[in-house]
């Protein structure tokens, strides 16, 4: 297996999009989480451009331990100069200097010619040595530069001293064959004594996961990506989309340093803190990716996921995949959600519950579990339990107590416990109220973003007579989530 490295530019060409600008408090979040997520390398930023900019390479380079910290610059001695100067803190530090390189950056951009492009591109390399050892090149628009000519820039950059090349498809105009064959171009005809190669392709004509994968194909060592894919114009590369598409096909020989596990929560936190929403259909992490919606897909994942799911979403960090009731659902789906319900039905009283069904979902866009209790005459909404109030004393050397006011079927009923932390004390006063035997079976807390005044999902399995019903809340205190959790469970069969 040949490991991959993963540069990732969220805080960089991620962050010039605009309206995804973010502070370096919130720069700092991102490249934690990156951090954990396992990056090889965080390109923090472009120094000279500002002086926040600036600010936040020094804040991220003293806040992040393991990753080399980059920073960007143009083949100037002054943005140089101010890159190394900001990643005076870093651990480990590169510069990633470069020129573009195509005939349309040379003409209209430089006004000049490939010959002293060449020797801009070497002064730029050897200067960035004077302070880091580790210097990566970027060609500029290499997807639209002639091969021979990119080699000969290459081969200069890297006798100069580069340690990584990288091969921007920064118009993303490539095919991936063609993108391929350019990455294959340059190993083939550059000694690349120790460098790498990297791609940084770009999604104008939505081809960016191709093509990086095509380069990673042909030699690619580094690939340059975004979170959620957010970058300059179309976007960039997602990483997610790469990272599990090396990690579904072993096969093909590459892994990663990601630890996959950690995908979602990342791609929550950049699209929450650049404000920008993620695609519902997006390939990994938009909220449909792993959402059956047609009856036969249905079927087919509750028989055996195999049939419809070629990633675990766990795998992603993603809790299960969902099954979403629409008027192009079958029985099968209908009858599983029942089941979760807590209904047992035979086959002749599902038919007719179907047909209901069916005339309900033409109507509504998805049926929901109450609309589902509605067409079974079990309303939900008569019977449901309701907190009027909860009051909690937990701390260190105090008992833990609970007080609770349920609304029970427009009925109020209260009781107080004590228990082995808030949570248990709360939870031992609602079953006061209930009285029936229930065990939780399974209780999952997770934080949805970070801090501390960050929202706690709770997940929740009971069980009762013999069956096991889910319960789920969110809530941003975290005791009052686990008792929404419980009695949201606990709902789905007091209703009966
Ligand atoms: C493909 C990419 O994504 S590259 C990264 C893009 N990111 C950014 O541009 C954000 C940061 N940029 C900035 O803050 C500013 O553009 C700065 C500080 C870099 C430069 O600002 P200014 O000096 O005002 O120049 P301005 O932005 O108007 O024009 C860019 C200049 O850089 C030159 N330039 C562009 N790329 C390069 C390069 N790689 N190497 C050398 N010079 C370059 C242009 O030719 C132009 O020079 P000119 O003024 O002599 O014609
Ligand atoms: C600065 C370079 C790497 C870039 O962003 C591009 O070419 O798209």
């Not at 803190?89 to 020129?99: C, M």
């Not at 699209?271 to 993620?278: A, D, G, R, T």
């Not at 109220?433 to 065990?439: C, E, L, P, Q, S």
Request: charged residues 25%; glycine residues 8%.
């Amino acid at each position: 297996m040949e490991r991959i490295y993963v540069f990732d530019t969220t805080l960089r060409d991620g962050e010039q999009v605009p309206g995804c600008q973010l502070n370096t408090i919130e720069k700092i979040e991102v490249a934690r989480a990156l951090e954990e997520l396992g990056v090889d390398i965080i390109e923090a930023g472009f120094p000279v451009s500002s002086p926040g900019d600036f600010n936040s390479v020094v804040e991220i380079s003293k806040a992040v331990t393991w990753p080399v910290i980059c920073a960007l610059t143009r083949a100037v001695e002054k943005d140089i100069e101010v890159a190394a100067e900001a990643l005076k803190y870093a651990k480990r530090k590169r510069i990633h200097t470069g020129i573009g390189t195509s005939d349309p950056h040379i003409k209209y951009k430089f006004n000049s010619n490939r010959e002293e492009i060449l020797e801009r591109a070497v002064k730029a390399v050897k200067y960035a040595r004077n302070f880091v050892d580790d210097v990566e090149f970027y060609a500029e628009d290499a997807g639209r530069t002639e091969n021979e000519y990119l080699a000969r820039v290459v081969q200069a950059v890297i006798d100069a001293g580069a340690t990584v090349v990288n091969i921007p498809d920064t118009t993303g105009y490539c095919f991936p064959d063609e993108y391929g064959a350019k990455i294959k171009y340059l190993i083939d005809h550059v000694d690349m004594k120790n460098a790498i190669l990297s791609t940084h392709c770009h999604q104008d004509l939505g081809m960016a996961t191709a093509n990086t994968i095509s380069g990673i194909i042909n030699g690619a060592r580094q690939i340059e990506v975004t979170i959620n894919g957010v970058g300059e114009r179309a976007g960039n590369t997602p990483l997610e989309e790469v990272v599990m598409a090396l990690k579904s096909h072993p096969e093909r020989g590459f892994y990663t340093n990601i630890n996959t596990q950690k995908i979602y929560a990342t791609s929550r936190l950049v699209s929450n803190l650049m404000n920008m929403p993620i695609q519902p259909n997006k390939a990994i992490v938009g909220r449909n990716a792993f959402a059956h919606s047609s009856g036969i897909h249905q079927d087919g994942v509750l028989k055996n996921v195999e049939t419809y799911e070629i990633i675990n979403p766990q795998d992603v960090g993603i809790d299960s995949n969902s099954i979403v009731l629409t008027a192009r659902s079958g029985r099968a789906a209908l009858k599983n959600r029942l089941t979760m319900l807590g209904i047992k039905i035979e086959t002749e009283e599902l038919d007719k519950v179907y047909q209901k069904f069916l005339e309900l979902a033409d109507k509504k866009k998805t049926v929901t579990d109450d609309d589902i209790l509605m067409l079974v005459g079990k309303d939900s909404r008569l019977h449901r339990i309701k907190i009027d109030y909860l009051q909690v004393l937990c701390g260190i050397g105090v008992r833990d107590v609970a007080s609770i006011g349920l609304n029970i079927a427009g009925e109020h009923f209260e009781a107080t416990a004590t228990g082995n932390g808030p949570v248990d004390a709360a939870i031992r006063a609602v079953k006061n109220i209930i009285r029936r035997k229930i065990t939780i079976k399974e209780f999952l807390i997770q934080a949805i973003s970070r801090g501390s005044d960050d929202t706690g999902k709770v997940h929740m399995q009971v069980e009762h007579d013999g069956m096991v019903y889910y319960g789920f809340a969110a809530n941003t205190d975290i005791v009052a989530a686990s008792v929404e959790a419980f009695i949201d469970a606990v709902n789905k069969f007091v209703i009966q």
